[in-house]
């Protein structure tokens, strides 16, 4: 095996760190010399609630209306000044709460034109903002309000700020140096799955992936344990997979097939940070993955959350919380803290570096279609074309770059189908047995919402267990090894970890302390028959919502509405996909010979009772929306539509791939209102580099093909 992808990876990630920290990229000061500012009420210098500092700001004042009490208003004015074209300010605190404002204000009209940003808390985040044609060099007043008395009703504001954006450098460095790190260990997994034959190399590497998954899952227990002992076993886990990549050079070799994957998810990985970063907004990657598309919760947030208390050795019992550390499955937090020892050796900001890794989880549903594709009998060159083809879908760049960790269990989970129709036999062999229950334990510790597609799954189970009480025994034991101590976590640690079973099963959002199956019994208790039928149907219904005619618009003020429609709504997130449908009766009636019937016919069972289960079980009517889901289902939908696709004809698969670029690039490049700014060049840069990378292996790949069918 050659190093050079690996060695590149890691001098860029320096490069690109030294960069992002130099003053030429990364220095704030006053964009106006001598500014005045006027102030009433309780805003005072560096009058924010004790956080962070203001990080790479020379000479740059700034104001809070904390001032020691969150009960504490005020105004502050700074002005009059031109209007730029760009305005770069930098926030703290809460300024979305009610009572707090910002504004310019022009001083010949007295006009108002609002300035939205997100809760920040208690630090600091720089946002640029794009002021219009008609504003621009009049004299306006930038102005800070808080008339707020609540909890949280505070916020801090610096000066007009000059200087450069250098996120998009920083978010890359971060990518590529968790990537090193996470791909050595990677690596390692990689190579004790090929020994074991028994394993097909198309799966080979998600099953490495979920190798270093399962790790991350020891890292949570071990920093649970003790912060010490978490640090201790880290370091050591990088240090051992680093070693073991060195060791591997030039006497170690990789198939092919195993690591093309790998190269795609990394090219797939950078095209997506490029087009989060596309806009000049100096925001962290977490809360600029939330408002990039719209103005989504901070539920990608919370693993983070988790880590950096288990890090420091803080409790995770959180009474006061809307959610509680038990309300999350724990895979994600474990998978950032594998690196938290590394980031903190290297002085790098938790947050961003956090985020990146996880970005990495996220994209392992590359890993997942390739596999499945491959046992729907599409030829692999061709599998690697269509994941590549179908990563130009606004459902996986949104939910891979918000990192909540819902596509790396969809991975898992359909990995551990399509290993239940590998070789065809009736007895599954006990280690894909006990693989399959491993994975299916990985993805419920990933996110709780697969549940729906592992209740579908159960027949497919059953019968690969050939209904053998040792097979199911063996079966049970390996999930219950990784799940039973989460579910202990829950009960005795920091009970009841049932938040999302009452909202999604009973309709209760907000906390309280019934039981789950109380909750359940007391909501349907209040219903009529005909009423629970009609919730029902609403919840299926709610699949073909929508309004179909916007996927035919290409206005950019009609974006936001697309990306509502495609975010919310199963059918809508196909896109053009959806054509596949048309292709399956083609496929049955002209090549019923040549394909695969009993497997395509069990993914697609598979998928209507998942959505049969979910919508039967969710309880608020109208409630089914693509992320309270299974993303199992989602991939396994893409997987089939696209197959169905190829088989009938490439033309097809070019038709569609050529609808799903114009309607990607129209619905998801255009920013929404909270994160409009100017074009970043680096990340325009950055996303010519990834198109091209893609294109050229794709193209490899395609021609690999080709060769092979001359043959």
């Known amino acids: 095996m050659r190093l050079w992808p690996w060695i590149s990876a890691l001098v860029l990630a320096v490069v690109l760190m030294l960069l992002a920290s130099s003053p030429a990229f990364n220095r704030m000061r006053p964009g106006y010399s001598g500014l005045p500012s006027q102030i009433e009420g309780s805003f005072t210098r560096d009058g924010q609630y004790?956080?962070?500092?203001?990080?790479n700001a020379f000479d740059v004042r700034s104001w809070g209306s904390w001032?020691?009490?969150?009960?504490?208003?005020?105004?502050?004015?700074?002005?009059?000044?031109?209007?730029?074209?760009?305005?770069?300010?930098?926030?703290?605190?809460?300024?979305?709460?009610?009572?707090?404002?910002?504004?310019?204000?022009?001083?010949?009209?007295?006009?108002?034109?609002?300035?939205?940003?997100?809760?920040?808390?208690?630090?600091?985040q720089v946002k640029i903002f794009t002021i219009p044609a008609d504003w621009i060099e009049q004299e306006v007043v930038f102005t800070a309000v808080d008339n707020s008395t609540a909890m949280y009703g505070w916020m801090g504001v610096s000066e007009p700020l000059a200087g450069e954006d250098a996120s998009f450098l920083r978010a890359l460095a971060a990518w590529l140096l968790s990537g090193v790190l996470l791909g050595s260990l990677w690596l390692v997994a990689l190579r004790a799955v090929l020994e074991r034959e028994q394993i097909p190399q198309h799966f080979a590497p998600l099953v490495a992936a979920a190798v270093v998954a399962l790790?991350?899952?020891?890292?949570?227990?071990?920093?649970?344990a003790s912060p010490i002992l978490g640090k201790i076993y880290s370091v050591a886990l990088l240090v051992f997979g680093l070693t073991k990549l060195l060791e591997y050079r030039g006497r170690v070799a990789f198939p092919r097939e195993v690591l093309v994957p790998a190269a795609l998810l990394a090219a797939v990985g950078f095209l997506y940070i490029g087009i989060l970063h596309l806009y000049a907004n100096s925001i962290e990657q977490y809360p600029l993955a939330a408002y990039r598309w719209g103005a989504l919760p901070a539920d990608n947030h919370l693993p983070q959350l988790v880590a950096n208390d288990l890090y420091r050795g803080a409790s995770l019992r959180w009474p006061e919380a809307d959610w509680l550390s038990s309300d999350r499955p724990p895979l994600q937090s474990g998978w950032i803290l594998l690196l938290m020892p590394a980031k903190e050796l290297l002085g790098l900001d938790a947050y961003p570096f956090g985020a990146l890794s996880a970005l990495w989880l996220q994209s392992l549903w590359v890993f997942g279609l390739y596999g499945l594709f491959v046992t729907l009998q599409v030829?692999?060159?061709?599998?690697?074309?269509?994941?590549?083809a179908l990563a130009l879908n606004g459902f996986f760049l949104l939910h891979t770059v918000y990192t909540w960790p819902k596509m790396a269990a969809g991975a898992f989970v359909c990995g551990a189908f399509a290993l239940y129709f590998e070789g065809g036999a009736k007895r599954m062999p006990h280690p894909h047995l006990l693989l399959c229950s491993a994975l299916l334990a990985l993805a419920w510790l990933a996110h709780g919402g697969v549940a729906f597609s592992l209740l579908a799954l159960a027949p497919w189970a059953a019968h690969r267990l050939g209904l053998e009480?040792?097979?199911?025994?063996?079966?049970?034991?390996?999930?219950?090894?990784?799940?039973?101590?989460?579910?202990?976590?829950?009960?005795?640690y920091d009970p009841p970890g049932n938040r999302l079973l009452k909202w999604h099963l009973g309709g209760q959002v907000p906390k309280d302390t019934r039981g789950t199956l109380q909750t359940i019994r007391e909501a349907y208790a209040g219903l009529t028959w005909s009423q629970i039928a009609e919730h029902k149907v609403a919840n299926l219904k709610f699949q073909t919502a929508g309004t179909w005619p916007w996927i035919f618009t290409v206005s950019e003020p009609m974006a936001q509405n697309r990306r509502n429609d495609e975010f919310f709504v199963s059918t809508r997130a196909l896109g053009w996909w959806a054509l596949g449908l048309l292709a399956l009766p083609w496929l049955l009636l002209r090549r019923r010979a040549a394909f695969p019937v009993g497997i395509h016919a069990a993914l697609l069972v598979w998928i209507f009772l998942t959505l049969l289960v979910w919508c039967l079980l969710m309880f608020i009517p109208g409630s089914t929306v693509v992320h309270q889901g299974s993303f199992a289902m989602m991939l396994a939908a893409f997987a089939l539509?696209?197959?169905?696709?190829?088989?009938?004809?490439?033309?097809?698969?070019g038709v569609v791939v050529a609808l799903q670029l114009v309607s990607f690039s129209a619905t998801w490049l255009p920013p929404a209102v909270a994160a409009r700014a100017p074009l970043n060049p680096l990340a325009v840069a950055g996303i010519g580099v990834a198109v091209i990378a893609l294109v050229v292996l794709l193209w490899k790949v395609g021609r690999a093909q080709r060769a092979t069918a001359q043959m």
């Not at 004790?50 to 990080?55: F, I, R, S, V, W």
């Not at 790790?215 to 649970?224: S, T």
């Not at 030829?379 to 590549?388: D, E, I, N, S």
């Not at 696709?645 to 097809?652: H, P």
Request: net charge positive.
């Open 641 to 653: 539509l696209a197959s169905w696709l190829s088989s009938a004809s490439r033309w097809a698969v």
């Open 50 to 55: 004790p956080g962070e500092a203001l990080a």
């Open 469 to 492: 009480p040792r097979r199911a025994v063996l079966a049970a034991a390996a999930f219950a090894v990784l799940a039973l101590p989460w579910m202990a976590y829950q009960k005795f």
């Open 379 to 388: 030829a692999r060159p061709r599998a690697l074309v269509l994941v590549g």
């Open 215 to 224: 790790c991350g899952y020891v890292a949570f227990w071990m920093y649970f």
């Open 67 to 124: 001032s020691g009490d969150d009960a504490h208003t005020g105004v502050i004015r700074f002005g009059p000044l031109r209007a730029p074209a760009r305005l770069r300010v930098a926030f703290s605190g809460y300024p979305l709460n009610q009572g707090i404002q910002l504004f310019l204000e022009r001083t010949d009209t007295k006009a108002r034109l609002p300035i939205y940003t997100e809760n920040v808390g208690e630090r600091w």
